[in-house]
C-alpha cells in the first residue's frame, strides 16, 4: 500500500543512530508555479504544534489578506498553548504590518528594507535558537528582488545551531538555496478554476 | 509583487456576481511523486474551518501514522467549536479504524469493501449535503486499484448538491477525476533528505 515513503538510496556513514537521525533539523523549500506552496508549509506547522515545537511565522509579502485563515487558527493554537501548555508556542509576523517587533511603522515605500530587516530579526533568532520551526512564507521573493543576500541566508542556514527546522515558500526559489535545503517540493499547476474565468472561493482562498 | 493569483483568462458568460462566483463550489486534487499533497489538503482545512464550514476528514490509507498531528489539531479545533461556537465542526474517519459509522469492527483483510463502503458513506453525505468541505485523503489509491468506481465518483462529483467543496489527495489521480476536477496540483520532488539516507523527522513528518 503507497505511503508516501521513500526508500534511502543509501544509508550514511554518519555514526548516527535512527533514534538521531529523527531528530535532525530540516531545511525545506516549496516552490513552484502551483498552490499550495504556503498552504503546505501552514500544514507542517500543524504536525510541530502538536509536538510542543515553538513555532515563529514570518510572511514576506505586504498583503497578507489571503492567509488570514492560517493566521486565525494559529494563533488560536498559541492561545490554547498559553492557557493548557498544549502544543507549541506561536509566533506571527507579518512584513506588511512593519514586523511587530519592529520600534517604528513600516512604511509604504521601503519593502527592500523592510525586508531586509525582517532577515536580519530572523538571522538573529535562528542564532539564539528561538524557536523549532521557522516558517519564511513568501521568502524567495526578497532574495530574487536582491532586498536579501541569498549567500547570508545559505550561510545561516548551514551554520545554523541546534535543531531548527526552516520552512521556506515562493516561486522561482534561488540555486543556491535549493543547493542547501534537504527537502524541495514544486507545486505545479495542472488546472486552475480561475484559469476558466472562476473567482477566488470564501473558505478556499481565505 | 507576487501574489500567487492567475489572471481569468476569460471571463464566463455565465449571468452570475462577482459575488455569486466566489461561492460556487470547488473540487481540488493535490497528485504527483512529491511531498505536501495531504499537508496542502489539510491547510485548506484551516481555512474552511476558519470560516465555520462544517468540514468531514475521510482517511483512505490503513494506516494513519503519519496524520496523527493534524489529527490531533483539527479534532481541537473541533472541540473549540463546540465549546465556543467558534470555527467549524470537524469529523474526523480513517478506514484503519473500520469507519467510525459502520457497526462492525474493520477487518485487517477486506481493505477493499472498507473503502466500498467508506466511498458509499461520503456518497450519501454529499448528497444530503452533510458538510461543506470534503477531505478525501489518499483517495486516488482505492480509485486506482479498482477498489471504488471512478465512474461513480465523477457522477456524484459532478451531480452534488449546494455548495460543497470536495479535496482529494494522492498520486496517480484518475484522468477522468482530473478532468471534472477545478483546481488539480502536482506536487514533484526535486529533493528528498530520504535520498540521502535521512530518516524522518519529528514534528516534520509526523
Redesign the interface.
Known amino acids: 500500500?503507497?505511503?508516501?515513503?521513500?526508500?534511502?538510496?543509501?544509508?550514511?556513514d554518519d555514526g548516527l543512530t535512527?533514534r538521531q537521525?529523527?531528530?535532525?533539523?530540516?531545511t525545506?523549500v516549496?516552490?513552484?508555479e502551483?498552490?499550495?506552496?504556503?498552504?503546505?508549509?501552514?500544514?507542517?506547522g500543524?504536525?510541530?504544534?502538536?509536538?510542543g515545537?515553538n513555532i515563529g511565522v514570518f510572511q514576506f509579502?505586504?498583503?497578507a489578506k489571503?492567509k488570514?485563515?492560517?493566521e486565525?487558527?494559529f494563533k488560536?493554537?498559541n492561545q490554547?498553548h498559553e492557557l493548557t501548555g498544549?502544543?507549541g508556542a506561536v509566533e506571527w509576523h507579518k512584513m506588511g504590518e512593519g514586523w511587530s517587533w519592529s520600534k517604528k511603522a513600516g512604511t509604504e515605500e521601503d519593502?527592500a528594507r523592510d525586508a531586509a530587516e525582517g532577515w536580519q530579526e530572523i538571522k538573529r533568532r535562528i542564532n539564539a535558537q528561538a524557536h523549532?520551526?521557522y516558517i519564511l512564507d513568501?521568502f524567495t521573493?526578497p532574495i530574487k528582488w536582491g532586498w536579501i543576500d541569498v549567500d547570508d541566508v545559505v550561510d545561516t542556514l548551514k551554520n545554523r545551531p541546534g535543531k531548527q527546522?526552516i520552512v521556506m515558500t515562493?516561486?522561482d526559489a534561488d540555486p543556491k538555496l535549493?543547493e542547501v535545503?534537504?527537502?524541495?517540493?514544486?507545486?505545479?499547476?495542472?488546472?486552475?478554476?480561475?484559469?476558466?474565468?472562476?473567482?477566488?472561493?470564501?473558505?478556499?482562498?481565505?
Open positions: 500500500m503507497p505511503r508516501g515513503q521513500v526508500d534511502p538510496a543509501n544509508i550514511p535512527t537521525r529523527r531528530m535532525l533539523p530540516i525545506a516549496h516552490t513552484g502551483g498552490k499550495g506552496k504556503s498552504t503546505a508549509a501552514f500544514g507542517m500543524l504536525r510541530a504544534w502538536n509536538q515545537m509579502v505586504k498583503s489571503w488570514v485563515g492560517e486565525a487558527v488560536r493554537l490554547l498544549e502544543g519593502h523549532d520551526m513568501e521573493y527546522h515562493g516561486r535549493i535545503t534537504d527537502l524541495v517540493t514544486e507545486m505545479t499547476k495542472i488546472k486552475h478554476p480561475m484559469d476558466a474565468g472562476r473567482k477566488g472561493q470564501k473558505g478556499i482562498e481565505w
